[in-house]
C-alpha cells in the first residue's frame, strides 16, 4: 500500500489505506514520512495512515523555522485536524518523533499513542559536552550526510547501505526512503534535510528534560512504548536501555513497556518482523 501525498500549507502529507481508523505518524530527526513506508504496507483493512515530512525534512524542508519540538508538535496537530483524526485516533512517532508526539498528546487526547524507540527524557549531558556535540555523537553518519554531496542516487543508497544499522538489513522499504530523501542536481545530490533544524530539535530534546517528562505525564491516552534492543548505530545498548525506561513505566501507571527482540533504532521500522510487529501494536484493540 503505497502513499499519496497531498501539501498543507507546504507541509507535505502522506496518505495510506482508506479506512476509518487513522494512525498519525510522525518520523525521526533526520528522516521523513517514508520511514513509515514498510508499516504502511502492512496496514490490515479498516485501517489508514497518515504521516508528514516535518518542517525542514524531506518535501517539508522549505518551511521556515523556528523549528523545535513544540513547533512540530503544533503541525502534527494541525495535521489531525486536517484530515479529520477523531480521539479515536492513533498517535504514533518514532526516535524524534515519538518526542513530538508526547507533546501534540499532552494538549489533545487520543485513543492510544505509541512512542517507538524515543520519548523519555534523556540522561543529562556529559560535564563539558555541549547539546549539539552530543547530537553529533548520536547521530554519526545520519547527520554527516547532511553536509557531503553525491554523485548519483546509486551512491546515496551505497552510502546507507553501509550505515551500521542497515548493514545486512537492507530491503526495498529501506531504499525507497533513501531515494525520496534526495534532491539537487546529478552529480550533486544531497539530502532534503536541513542542518540547522535537526540542530536545532537535537539541542531541544537534550536540553528540555524538564518538559519532555511534564509532556509524558499530562497525557491521558493509553500509552504503548516499543524499544529496540540495539542502537541507532547498531551497537548493543539501545536509545532507551531498561535502567531509562523501567523507572518511567513505574512512574507511568497507564505504560505498556515492550521490548521488540532483534531489532535496532532503524530495523525496528524496516525490518519485516519488527515493521510487522510495530503495525500490530498500531492496529490491535489496546
Known amino acids: ?45 479498516g485501517s489508514s495512515l497518515v504521516a508528514m515530512d516535518l518542517r525542514g525534512r524531506g518535501h517539508s524542508a522549505a ?38 508526539a508526547a507533546l501534540a498528546a499532552a494538549e489533545r487526547d487520543f485513543g492510544r499513542v505509541v512512542l517507538v524507540d524515543g520519548g523519555l527524557p534523556l540522561p543529562p549531558l556529559p560535564e563539558g559536552m555541549d547539546a549539539d556535540a ?50 539537487g542536481p546529478e552529480g550533486a545530490l544531497r539530502s532534503r534535510a536541513v542542518g ?15 518538559r519532555i517528562a511534564a509532556a509524558l ?14 542502537g541507532l548505530l547498531d551497537q548493543e545498548t539501545g536509545m532507551l536501555p531498561d535502567e531509562l525506561a523501567l523507572p518511567w513505566a513505574a512512574r507511568l501507571p497507564g505504560l505498556r513497556d515492550e521490548l521488540v527482540p532483534d531489532c535496532n533504532h532503524y530495523t525496528i521500522l524496516f525490518d519485516d518482523r519488527c515493521a510487522t510487529t510495530v503495525t500490530d501494536r498500531l492496529t490491535s484493540p489496546a
Do not use: C
Open 1 to 45: 500500500m503505497s502513499f499519496t501525498f497531498e501539501d498543507l500549507d507546504g507541509l507535505r502529507i502522506g496518505r495510506a489505506g482508506s479506512g476509518p481508523r487513522t494512525i498519525i505518524a510522525v518520523h525521526g530527526i533526520t528522516a521523513s514520512l517514508m520511514a513509515w513506508g514498510a508499516v504502511a504496507r502492512r496496514l490490515p483493512e
Open 63 to 100: 518551511l521556515p523555522g523556528p523549528y523545535g519540538l513544540p513547533r512540530h508538535a503544533e503541525d502534527v496537530l494541525r495535521v489531525a485536524d486536517h484530515v479529520g483524526a477523531g480521539p479515536d485516533a492513533v498517535l504514533t512517532g518514532h526516535s524524534m518523533g515519538a518526542y513530538v
Open 134 to 183: 552530543a547530537t553529533e555523537a548520536s547521530l554519526g553518519p545520519a547527520l554527516a550526510r547532511l553536509r557531503q554531496t553525491f554523485p548519483s542516487a546509486e551512491a546515496y543508497v551505497e552510502f546507507f547501505r553501509a550505515h551500521p544499522a542497515f548493514a545486512g538489513h537492507w530491503n526495498a522499504d529501506a531504499e525507497a526512503y533513501v531515494r525520496y530523501d534526495l534532491t
Open 196 to 210: 540547522e533544524a535537526v540542530l536545532e530539535d537535537g539541542r531541544w530534546i537534550r536540553l528540555e528534560a524538564d
Open 217 to 230: 505525564q499530562a497525557i491521558k491516552s493509553p500509552l504503548h512504548l516499543l524499544r529496540a534492543p540495539r
